[in-house]
């Protein structure tokens, strides 16, 4: 099913502005922000509709860079730290550290200073420069041990845990486009709706086209709103390229919580056993829109034949369910 965000997120790609670019917002998350505006609240995060479409060729993404994202509380933006390994802890500081060579004693610098001179803390010898090897060392703040190579950590900016990087969850971000075959794919749900609003004006309903309506409770962003305004009768329509049984069961809930009877048309005329056998139950109206912009009542199931007009009468009678359903 592509949602009524998904669509307007399409088509902003493929007639206006022409990529969206990932950006860091507060706290190291990654927002779309062009895209995420043009969602409603109940589709899925913009990353993840973004990848989707991406991996389905609707969309392209050039590669920009990586964020790290926590383990523990899936927090986006984790910070770069350097720790201790053997305490584990970030407060481990790099420092000079003096060696001093006739007893082989080593600490900071700062355990050396003696009112002006260096003196061994160890045999308590005044020492010369020349007597001493200086180093950078890393020094734990909080344990004391004296360490060379710090452990790589990315620490979470919310929950503060700290994890080994190749522990973290990686994601790269890309800037994404729409392809020729995505404008196409966009094209062709958008006719499929347009369809919709035709024919069921012509059926002297009042459409609205990409709105919402009110449930229980809930507000559902829907691609075709129809109301009949004498009968009271209504219509809500969802569009999808090959829909499966639990987006009938989803849109079928969301019609019946806004007292509508659903309509879901396929961009591919096909659909599964299980959707058709929901159909045929006129649980939902099911409609294939064909190429050229026009709707059929006929769709393929399986990879069976087209279903044949002894179940399904042409668009005209499909359109006024649920009158044909005792036919
Ligand atoms: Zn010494
Ligand atoms: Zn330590
Ligand atoms: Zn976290």
Known sequence: MVSPGELRLLTELSEGTNEFTPETGPGGAVEYPTAERLLDDRDPDVVDVLERYGARGVLEGEFVSKVYSCPECDTQGMQYTTACPACESAHAVETTVLEHQAC???????????????????????????????????????????????????????CLYMFPPAETIERALYRYQITDDGREWTDRHRLAREAAADSLEERRFEVSVDTTVEGDGTTYPVHVFAEDPLMGDRRVVAIAERPTEKHVAAFRDLASDVGAHPIIITTTGAVSEEVARRAEATEVTLLSARPDGTLDSEYDVGEGAPRGQSLFQRLTSAMDVPAWKTQ
């Open 104 to 158: 082989g004693y080593a600490a900071p610098e700062s355990y050396f200073e003696d009112e002006g001179d260096l003196a061994c803390p160890d045999c308590e010898t005044t020492v010369r420069e020349e007597g001493l090897s200086r180093r950078q060392q890393y020094v734990c703040k909080e344990c004391g041990e004296v360490f060379e190579t710090p452990e790589d950590r990315l620490w979470c900016r919310d």
